[in-house]
């Protein structure tokens, strides 16, 4: 109580804030008479003049009133627009990486420009960062001719663009481009051999455009490249056999979740069978050495239990098609992820293709948190001020209209059925279409708005229907969404980015309508008439009551029904804003059936009736807080267990980064092979142990497999003071002379790029192993919770070890290859970058939003590149020079010692 008291007369904090910035706006508004006098090459000039003042020492704080008051005049010469002073806030709120919300229609994309123009002063790079390629290239084109006139480069990037080109773009000034664009460069770049084929530079500031849109709603899924894996045909049809041949009381299905688990009888037999069948390590189905048997094991029992044919898949022309269980349509060229589409194929007997297997992945609130400084700016985002902090450590502030807000914000209407409430907007659109007011319908999925199209189709309604997948048509029709008595039915993503003004959009309307015109008297006059139309349509839209948002559902985030509202009543225009609910939908099922609420709609409303309640408004909003609230511990999980992969995502990546910085790297490949030496030797010869316990033998056999050396161990074991030290040291000295000897045989910088090469290769393709044990170790670790433990805590300790082990089979991967492989030298050449396959899962539609073949050759990634020494020879291990080798069987080792088959290998497209 005496909160709200203290409240009404201090302000909120956010108000008191905004109060303390208004300070700096004076600063801006003092400088803005002598901005004013300079001529446009004096203008210019405040550029090299600001980066001057930044190399003696001043700060961008220092320099940011004269700086804003610089943009503000270059906007208003280069493009007629002038900030207002809410929006010199908006800029500062950037500048100091925070989240401006803003109310759309208050000129978000010109609020970028001031903080842009500042940080990009000291030559690190601004990246602009929107929610689609549409947007970019807009505002590339449209805001960069501020930064040019300033003097700054501005680059835009794009899918399917060269690699020197993305170069050229990320060493502007300036960067525009969207999410999975930045986010899939910066996995690529993790992902080639040489520095200078990378295109991005260190991170240093952004803003992100639709903030709320890109860091909480597409967070959900992260950023993936992948690519087939290699033949898993035999382990899936193996499984499948094991599988069919177990009895119903050895496991336990869950219909509800199509789960099915082992019970602890039929865990042990199982355990049995995969030992007879030579598929598990030890004799504990559960030790980590067998996550991906464990992980394929339950796709098989899936596959078999839950999956039922002609119900979740048919058989067609040899191939298992899914079919959409809400539609009941096949759903050609999709497949179940995770190994269950092959686990079917397997089931079924038919041809079973490769999985694909993540090469490189990062979530966008970790690809994010990267940067020094980040910065966003959308119309919603109070209500996710809690995530916004917990994650990015970002405060959100809300700036002030720069006119009142007069859109009126009716009470939602209850229908009892989907038809009534169809029936009822039906209406509503005709009576309001009729004194010409505009109409913005939201409906929350493509298949709702198609829905109701059908319904205006009957009503003999003229109305277009977006669904945000052609976003540069769709801005178009969403510009004249304001026109007289014009209805867009949208779902309510769509157009996002583009203002929608009372009668029409100006630009717009002169670029559909006068594109072919030759510039001159002509034209000129054309556009004043378009002009004068759109200012006497205005008026009459006024006169109507503005916009009326009318939307069709209440969506599970508030965030997204405020972004709706919110595209009524800019700029002070009058607006109207009404929901149509129903019984039927999506949010009102959490009220389940049985409550009070829908006996009481459902015993006291006739058919077509509706009921208005502040109360049940209330009532519904608390059920889209919980909703959020879930949503947001789901994201938070996703953060969790990719925090543990971005630990070890940073290791691999800084040593790549060194490896490749590095003028040599043979001190690291001599310490590789020292820790090999002594893992080999620690392994047959265990400490504290006598002689007669010593496995000679096992490092026989280890000793000529790493290293193709057979030193007369049984002589050394006959010597008075045998010692495991004398061992190691003797070993160490014979690969240590294998080396050098081949060393004299090679030019020094050769075997540089050899050695530089090897390790990095050798990293890739036990990263991308490692990558695919951590996929399977998620799935499968909740049934840690079983036994009373915490799954994220299993996850952190088994991700550990098995980062630990990788690390070892690094050493000893590059010290076998380095030991056995033969070299006759060409000229150097590192190997050329493979294509990957790039895929982000669109959080609403489900559908996935970026997948292409990246660099255009239609060639996808099926192995990791040849072995890169730099284009030697390499001959099979006992071809000696002018003996020629047997040729390699396809199935058979590859003669690269890299522990890969030969047809995956240095066979591949032999």
């Known amino acids: 109580m005496f909160g709200g008291f203290a409240k009404a007369i201090f302000g909120s904090s956010n108000d008191r804030y905004v109060k303390s910035l208004r300070k700096i706006v004076q600063k801006v508004n003092e400088f803005e008479p002598a901005i004013q006098a300079l001529s446009d090459d004096e203008l210019k000039a405040q550029t090299q003049r600001f980066k001057e003042q930044l190399a003696n020492g001043a700060t961008l704080d220092d320099i940011l009133p004269e700086a804003f008051a610089t943009v503000r005049e270059a906007a208003w010469r280069v493009l007629g627009q002038r900030h207002y002073d809410v929006q010199i806030i908006g800029g500062i709120v950037l500048h100091r990486g925070e989240i401006a919300e803003m109310r759309t229609g208050e000129g978000k994309t010109l609020v970028a420009t001031l903080a842009t123009?500042?940080?990009?002063?000291?030559?690190?790079?601004?990246?602009?960062?929107?929610?689609?390629?549409?947007?970019?290239r807009r505002d590339a084109d449209w805001m960069g001719q501020i930064y040019r006139f300033l003097g700054l480069t501005v680059g835009v990037i794009v899918p399917n663009i060269a690699d020197f080109q993305r170069r050229e773009a990320y060493h502007s000034d300036i960067t525009y481009g969207t999410n999975n664009e930045f986010g899939f460069d910066y996995l690529r770049d993790n992902m080639k051999y040489e520095r200078a084929q990378m295109v991005q530079r260190p991170f240093n500031f952004a803003i992100v455009d639709e903030v709320d849109s890109i860091l909480i709603d597409e967070a959900r899924t992260p950023l993936i490249i992948s690519g087939p894996t290699e033949d898993k045909s035999e382990l899936y049809i193996a499984l499948d056999q094991i599988v069919k041949a177990t009895p119903a009381e050895d496991y336990e299905y869950d219909e509800k979740d199509k789960r099915v688990l082992l019970t602890e009888d039929g865990t042990e037999r199982m355990e049995r069978q995969l030992e007879a069948e030579g598929l598990l390590v030890g004799s504990n189905l559960y030790d980590y050495e067998n996550t991906q048997?464990?992980?394929?094991?339950?796709?098989?029992?899936?596959?078999?239990?839950?999956?039922?044919?002609?119900?979740?898949?048919?058989?067609?022309?040899?191939?298992?098609?899914?079919?959409?269980?809400?539609?009941?349509?096949?759903?050609?060229?999709?497949?179940?992820?995770?190994?269950?589409?092959?686990?079917?194929?397997?089931?079924?007997?038919?041809?079973?293709?490769?999985?694909?297997?993540?090469?490189?992945?990062?979530?966008?609130?970790?690809?994010?948190?990267?940067?020094?400084?980040?910065?966003?700016?959308?119309?919603?985002?109070?209500?996710?001020?809690?995530?916004?902090?917990?994650?990015?450590?970002?405060?959100?502030?809300?700036?002030?209209?720069?006119?009142?807000?007069?859109?009126?914000?009716?009470?939602?209407?209850?229908?009892?059925?989907?038809?009534?409430?169809?029936?009822?907007?039906?209406?509503?659109?005709?009576?309001?279409?009729?004194?010409?007011?505009?109409?913005?319908?939201?409906?929350?999925?493509?298949?709702?708005?198609?829905?109701?199209?059908?319904?205006?189709?009957?009503?003999?309604?003229?109305?277009?229907?977006?669904?945000?997948?052609?976003?540069?048509?769709?801005?178009?029709?969403?510009?004249?969404?304001?026109?007289?008595?014009?209805?867009?039915?949208?779902?309510?993503?769509?157009?996002?980015?583009?203002?929608?003004?009372?009668?029409?959009?100006?630009?717009?309307?002169?670029?559909?309508?006068?594109?072919?015109?030759?510039?001159?008297?002509?034209?000129?006059?054309?556009?004043?008439?378009?002009?004068?139309?759109?200012?006497?349509?205005?008026?009459?839209?006024?006169?109507?009551?503005?916009?009326?948002?009318?939307?069709?559902?209440?969506?599970?985030?508030?965030?997204?029904?405020?972004?709706?509202?919110?595209?009524?009543?800019?700029?002070?225009?009058?607006?109207?804003?009404?929901?149509?609910?129903?019984?039927?939908?999506d949010l009102l099922r959490i009220f389940g059936p049985q409550t009070m609420f829908s006996r009481l709609m459902n015993k006291n409303l006739a058919d077509g009736e509706a009921i208005i309640s502040p109360w049940i408004s209330k009532a519904i909003e608390t059920a889209q807080k919980k909703v959020e609230a879930r949503n947001y511990d789901i994201r938070k999980q996703v953060v969790e267990y990719d925090d543990v992969m971005n630990d070890q995502r940073k290791v691999i990546y800084e040593q790549r980064a060194d490896i490749m910085d590095a003028a040599t790297v043979g001190d690291v490949v001599e310490?590789?092979?020292?820790?090999?030496?002594?893992?080999?030797?620690?392994?047959?010869?265990?400490?504290?142990?006598?002689?007669?316990?010593?496995?000679?033998?096992?490092?026989?056999?280890?000793?000529?497999?790493?290293?193709?050396?057979?030193?007369?161990?049984?002589?050394?074991?006959?010597?008075?003071?045998?010692?495991?030290?004398?061992?190691?040291?003797?070993?160490?000295?014979?690969?240590?002379?294998?080396?050098?000897?081949?060393?004299?045989?090679?030019?020094?910088?050769?075997?540089?790029?050899?050695?530089?090469?090897?390790?990095?290769?050798?990293?890739?393709?036990?990263?991308?192993?490692?990558?695919?044990?951590?996929?399977?170790?998620?799935?499968?670790?909740?049934?840690?919770?079983?036994?009373?433990?915490?799954?994220?805590?299993?996850?952190?300790?088994?991700?550990?070890?098995?980062?630990?082990?990788?690390?070892?089979?690094?050493?000893?991967?590059?010290?076998?290859?380095?030991?056995?492989?033969?070299?006759?030298?060409?000229?150097?050449?590192?190997?050329?970058?493979?294509?990957?396959?790039?895929?982000?899962?669109?959080?609403?539609?489900?559908?996935?939003?970026?997948?292409?073949?990246?660099?255009?050759?239609?060639?996808?990634?099926?192995?990791?590149?040849?072995?890169?020494?730099?284009?030697?020879?390499?001959?099979?291990v006992g071809a000696g020079e002018g003996e020629v080798a047997a040729p390699t069987s396809r199935n058979a080792p590859c003669p690269c010692g890299s522990g890969r088959k030969y047809k995956h290998c240095h066979g591949a497209g032999a």
Do not use: C
């Not at 123009?117 to 970019?136: E, R």
């Not at 269950?340 to 194929?345: I, R, S, T």
């Not at 708005?449 to 229907?465: G, I, N």
């Not at 054309?526 to 948002?549: M, N, S, T």
């Open 293 to 585: 048997v464990v992980h394929h094991l339950n796709q098989a029992l899936r596959a078999n239990i839950a999956y039922k044919r002609d119900i979740d898949y048919i058989v067609k022309d040899g191939k298992v098609v899914i079919i959409d269980p809400f539609t009941g349509r096949m759903m050609d060229g999709r497949r179940w992820s995770e190994g269950l589409h092959q686990a079917v194929e397997a089931k079924e007997g038919v041809e079973i293709e490769p999985e694909n297997q993540t090469l490189a992945s990062i979530t966008f609130q970790n690809y994010f948190r990267m940067y020094p400084k980040l910065s966003g700016m959308t119309g919603t985002a109070a209500t996710e001020a809690a995530e916004f902090f917990d994650i990015y450590k970002m405060n959100v502030v809300t700036i002030p209209t720069h006119k009142p807000v007069l859109r009126a914000d009716d009470d939602d209407e209850f229908y009892k059925n989907q038809n009534d409430k169809f029936a009822a907007i039906v209406e509503a659109i005709k009576e309001k279409q009729k004194i010409g007011q505009p109409i913005l319908v939201g409906t929350v999925s493509i298949e709702k708005s198609e829905l109701l199209s059908e319904f205006l189709k009957k009503a003999k309604v003229k109305h277009a229907v977006l669904n945000a997948r052609e976003h540069e048509r769709e801005a178009h029709i969403v510009a004249q969404a304001g026109r007289i008595g014009a209805v867009t039915v949208a779902t309510n993503m769509a157009g996002r980015g583009t203002d929608i003004q009372l009668g029409g959009n100006v630009e717009f309307r002169i670029e559909d309508e006068l594109s072919g015109m030759e510039p001159g008297p002509a034209r000129e006059k054309a556009e004043e008439k378009i002009r004068a139309e759109v200012a006497e349509e205005k008026e009459r839209v006024i006169a109507a009551g503005g916009l009326f948002v009318l939307g069709t559902e209440r969506h599970e985030s508030r965030r997204i029904d405020n972004q709706l509202r919110g595209r009524s009543g800019r700029q002070g225009d009058p607006g109207l804003s009404r929901f149509y609910l129903s019984l039927d939908d």
């Open 117 to 136: 123009y500042l940080n990009a002063l000291d030559g690190k790079g601004v990246h602009v960062i929107t929610v689609n390629d549409y947007l970019a």
């Open 671 to 876: 310490d590789m092979r020292t820790e090999t030496v002594n893992g080999i030797v620690g392994e047959a010869i265990p400490p504290n142990t006598y002689p007669e316990q010593w496995d000679i033998e096992l490092l026989k056999e280890r000793v000529d497999t790493v290293f193709a050396l057979q030193p007369p161990f049984d002589d050394w074991m006959k010597e008075d003071a045998v010692d495991p030290e004398i061992f190691v040291e003797r070993l160490q000295g014979l690969a240590d002379r294998q080396i050098a000897d081949k060393l004299a045989e090679v030019p020094q910088d050769s075997w540089i790029q050899i050695e530089k090469s090897i390790l990095l290769q050798s990293l890739d393709h036990h990263w991308k192993e490692h990558l695919s044990m951590l996929d399977a170790l998620r799935q499968v670790v909740h049934l840690r919770a079983y036994a009373q433990k915490k799954p994220i805590d299993e996850y952190k300790r088994e991700a550990f070890m098995m980062f630990e082990r990788m690390l070892g089979l690094i050493r000893e991967d590059v010290t076998s290859t380095l030991a056995r492989a033969r070299f006759s030298m060409q000229p150097a050449e590192l190997p050329p970058m493979p294509d990957f396959i790039t895929h982000h899962i669109d959080p609403f539609s489900g559908e996935d939003d970026t997948a292409d073949i990246d660099a255009g050759t239609g060639a996808i990634l099926s192995r990791l590149p040849p072995l890169a020494v730099p284009q030697s020879e390499l001959l099979p």
